[in-house]
């Protein structure tokens, strides 16, 4: 799975921020907020990723057991899929 085209991240004052640019303004209004973690993650899915290569890298990066990653990842995903934010 891949970010759709048409959505930037963006650290702003130390807070981590995703926002609609050209087409996709037409279909996004407003803005989202990451924290450290989901930019992280965005950041990986900008270039593709699927769900274990997510929570692999989620492992290698932070002190977190398997059980949380996956929980954490799957959370993230839906959460992006229900703003159709992936494709």
């Known amino acids: 799975m891949k970010i759709k085209d048409g959505f930037v991240l963006r650290e702003v004052a130390g807070s981590f921020i ?9 279909n996004f209004n407003g803005i989202i907020n990451l924290n450290e973690t989901g ?10 990723a699927t ?3 997510l929570i692999a890298k989620l492992l290698e990066e932070y002190d977190v057991d398997e059980k949380t990653a996956t929980a ?3 959370t993230f995903i839906n959460k992006l899929s229900e703003a159709k ?3």
């Open 72 to 74: 954490d990842v799957e």
């Open 51 to 53: 769900k274990e290569q």
């Open 39 to 48: 930019a992280f993650l965005w950041k990986i899915l900008e270039k593709g």
């Open 85 to 87: 934010l992936v494709k």
């Open 18 to 26: 995703v926002v609609a640019v050209g087409e996709a303004v037409k």
